[in-house]
Each structure stands twice: as C-alpha cells, then as structure tokens.
C-alpha cells in the first residue's frame, strides 16, 4: 500500500499541468492555418457564376425560346391583327411563369438553410441566378422585339403595351411573391400569374374599356411597371436571407 502511495503521489508530480495560454494559442493558429488552406479552394464570383449557370435547368430557356418563335409565327400569321395583337399578353404572362421553377427551387426543396452557411450568401446566390435569367432573356426578348419591329413592321407602341407591359406586371407578381412571407408556395405564384393573365385577357376583348384608355396612360403603366419591378428585385435580394420554409 505505500509503495501505491508513492507511485500515485510521483504521478500527481510529474503529470504535466495544461497552460490554458499555450492551448488558445495553437487554436488560434490552427484556425489561421485552416482558412489559410481554404482560401486557395474558394471560388471566385466569376467561378461561382458559371456554377450556378450549371445548375440552372436550360429547359427553361428553350422553353421561352419556343414561346417567342411561337408569338412570332402569329404575328406572321393572316389572322385578325388585332386580336392576335391583344394574345400576346397571354404569351408574354407564360414567358414570365417559366421563370418561377428556377426562382422558386430554393424554397420548394428546403436547401436555403444549407445555402445560407455556405461561403456565397443567398443573396450573391439570388443575384447570380438573377443576372443570368436577366443575360438570357434581353438577349431572347432584343431578338424577339427587333424581329417584330424590323421583319413584321409592328409598332413599338403596340409590342410594348400588347406584350412588354403584361410581362413587367408578370414578372412583378413573381419577384413579389417571391420576397413575400406570406405566400410559401410555387403553385400560389403560377396562380397569381395566371390570374393576372386572365384579367388582361379580359380587359383586352373589352373594346369600349380598352379604347377609353389612352396610349399615354399605357405608356406611364409601363413606367410604373418597371419602377416597381425594380422595387421587387430589391426587396427580393433584400428579404432573402430571412424567408421562412
């Protein structure tokens, strides 16, 4: 027993005693070495900007190409000019809605709590989405415009309130959807579209209500069409970070 002793007692005494100044100073080093190394596998933005391209269904796109070629073939068309002037809305509304799946995909598979520890924010991720949907379609829409202005001799007038006033009405129901806290679900956003959709659609076949109202006043909708989608855009990046699933 006292032989025990003393070999518990030698231990007690040559047991080394933890310098607590020494241990933060290695974890503080070993956290500099760490992102250190993590530093050289970041992505740039203009990396993480072809990453996100690469995630992004194409499918959308052809699918807006195709509804372009289709709103030219009426234009081209021998039908009555002026109802296939006011379909367009229609068209223009559909071009708009191909867009939700990919704005939506965040919230529709949860992932946005996974996105928001990453190094990129949901913002830059938004952003970068955005930017791209937005190359994409004045690229399809300046091809579209310029081929029913210069091939078809449409009015610009016309093209702006028949198709790009209803698309800036779309594409602000979808952005502000998108940033709303209230409304959680795709299909809600597709519906509010189509709704949008259909009112125009009636408001269109209404002669005496669409002649009461001037070109002016189509002009300034247009104008405060773009201001707001504007504000939608902004509110959208803004808000991202605090959407709840």
Not at 99 to 116: A, F, G, H, Q, V
Not at 196 to 212: H, I, T
Request: charged share 15%.
């Amino acid at each position: 027993m006292h032989l025990n002793e003393e070999l518990l007692h030698y231990k007690t005494l040559t047991r080394p005693r933890p310098q607590e100044e020494k241990i933060l100073e290695t974890i503080r080093r070993s956290k500099e070495i760490f992102y250190m190394a993590e530093q050289e596998k970041l992505l740039s933005y203009y990396e993480f900007l072809w990453g996100q391209f690469q995630l992004i269904q194409k499918k959308w796109w052809l699918f807006q190409f195709l509804i372009l070629c289709a709103s030219a073939g009426l234009l081209s068309s021998a039908y009555d000019e002026t109802y296939i002037h006011r379909g367009l809305g229609i068209m223009a509304s559909m071009y708009i809605i191909l867009i939700i799946p990919e704005l939506w995909k965040n919230r529709t598979n949860r992932s946005m709590e996974i996105e928001y520890s990453s190094y990129y924010s949901l913002r830059q991720i938004y952003a970068a989405r955005m930017v791209l949907f937005g190359i994409a379609d004045t690229l399809l829409l300046t091809g579209f415009c310029g081929a029913a202005i210069l091939g078809m001799h449409m009015a610009f007038t016309v093209l702006l309130v028949q198709f790009l006033l209803p698309m800036l009405i779309t594409a602000c129901i979808c952005f502000g959807t998108l940033c709303s806290r209230h409304i959680r679900s795709e299909a809600a956003s597709v519906c509010l579209c189509l709704l949008w959709c259909g009112l125009w659609l009636a408001l269109n076949l209404d002669e005496a209500l669409y002649a009461m109202v001037m070109p002016t006043v189509w002009l300034s909708c247009a104008g405060l069409a773009l201001l707001f989608l504007c504000i939608t855009v902004y509110r959208t990046l803004d808000r991202c970070r605090s959407y709840t699933l």
